[in-house]
């Protein structure tokens, strides 16, 4: 087993990882699964895991709007579909063995603990797996600022943006050009410059003022994870400049 570079990171799956091939299904077990095993896998190297999961696959504000629905309560609508999915999770990661905690921007009680930094980071110092619903807690803001803002509040070594079946951070969609070139490495500057597809604005930007490095890569790339940690070529990699 590689050695792992990073002892602490903050996953984040968007809805699609938990979203199977069927049109009409919003949560694929069978899928979650594999995302578990991925998960165990990384652990297995004793490194310490957050996991911030979007909802893309139950519901997106922005699209709730333009079909008239109000922004604020749609956005509020979609952080409640994010502890779906993390209900998901935790349902199937326990069911391997991996003790985990839910940890709500929302006030969910029943299902989730509040958020709380110094009770996330005594989760994972203990071996746990802390799943982080409901974004910021606030609406216009996306769940890649919230896997961006939890990294910064959790103290990670590395933010690790999983895609679903793309390889990286490219030029245009790889799916549609096949002219699209792949970036291994990229500034923070250049990421927001060129106006490339990684994340929202906000959350790239927290990432620079705070010298968060972010790797991009293929979640159904096999051990992709593991790669990830250990420090291997994989993906994209997003710093300030320098290759670490």
């Known amino acids: 087993m590689a050695q ?13 990882a938990f979203k199977g091939g069927k049109a009409d299904t919003d ?14 896998q990384a652990l297995d190297m004793n490194i310490q895991i957050a996991v ?12 709730a709007e333009k079909a008239g629905f109000d922004r604020v309560t749609a ?14 999770l935790q349902d199937t990661l326990g069911k391997i063995g991996i003790e985990t905690r839910v940890q709500s921007a ?6 989730a ?10 989760h994972m110092e203990k071996g746990r797996v802390v799943i982080l619903a409901g974004g910021t807690g606030n609406p216009y803001m996306t769940t890649d600022t919230a896997a961006a803002l939890r990294s910064i509040e959790l103290g990670v070594d590395v933010l690790l943006m999983t895609k679903n079946r793309v390889d990286g951070v490219y030029d245009a ?4 050009d096949v002219n699209a070139k792949k970036f291994d490495h990229l500034t923070y500057l250049q990421a927001l410059n060129m106006r490339l597809q990684v994340m929202d604005t906000t959350a790239l930007s927290l990432c620079m003022d705070n010298k968060l490095p972010i790797i991009v890569f293929n979640l159904q790339a096999e051990h992709s994870i593991e790669h990830a940690i250990s420090g291997e070529k994989i993906g994209t990699l997003i710093n300030d400049g320098e290759i670490k």
């Open 4 to 16: 792992a570079k990073y002892k602490r990171v903050l996953l984040k799956l968007s809805g699609e």
């Open 27 to 40: 949560i694929d077990a069978a899928v979650v699964s594999d995302v578990a095993h991925r998960i165990k």
């Open 52 to 63: 911030v999961v979007g909802a893309g696959n139950i519901w997106r504000g922005a699209t």
């Open 75 to 88: 956005d509020y609508a979609g952080m409640l579909a994010t502890a779906i999915n993390a209900l998901a």
């Open 106 to 111: 929302l006030t969910i009680q029943q299902v």
């Open 113 to 122: 603990e509040p958020f709380i930094r110094r009770r996330a980071i005594r």
């Open 173 to 176: 969609d790889p799916r549609k």
